[in-house]
């Protein structure tokens, strides 16, 4: 499986903003607490918090596609309710399995950057703060 194998989605508010380019984030962790018992015994895990990192979603800004929703997409950064879909694709591009789910809360959007003498894509780029697991 290579990396372009995904098509990764985002809803907000129940919006389909459609596919996204490249995610990153959403690392599932603990927060893990060990201890050592006495007699040289060897240490213990005694498990801890699970928690998801960050997911950073970017995509080419599309006139057509990204301006009508952007001014919307700001007012909602803080308090819109965000979903991200991960779902793996066969080599023929066709959904293969169960994929992921990351909910969250919209926490940032960064709009393109600008530079007059740049010639670079211009990229939208959303952050979102999961609350829950990956399902």
């Known amino acids: 499986m290579r990396k372009d194998q995904w098509n ?3 809803s907000v508010d129940g919006k389909n903003l459609g596919t996204f380019d490249v995610k990153t984030g959403g690392e599932t962790d603990t927060d893990e607490l060990t201890y050592k018992p006495g ?8 498990g801890g918090m699970v928690t998801v990192a960050a ?5 080419l800004y599309r006139l057509d596609r990204d301006q009508g929703f952007a001014h ?4 909602r950064v803080g308090k819109g309710k965000a979903v991200v879909h991960q779902q793996p694709l066969d080599p023929d591009g066709n959904a293969y399995g169960k994929g992921f789910t990351i909910n969250g809360t919209l926490k940032r959007v960064n709009l393109p950057e600008v530079d007059s003498n740049a010639t670079d ?3 939208l780029e959303i952050e979102i703060t999961p609350y829950g697991t990956v399902a």
């Open 39 to 46: 007699g040289m015994a060897p240490q213990v895990s005694l």
């Open 8 to 10: 990764t989605t985002l």
């Open 121 to 123: 894509p211009a990229l």
């Open 55 to 59: 997911v950073v979603l970017n995509r």
């Open 72 to 75: 919307w997409l700001l007012g």
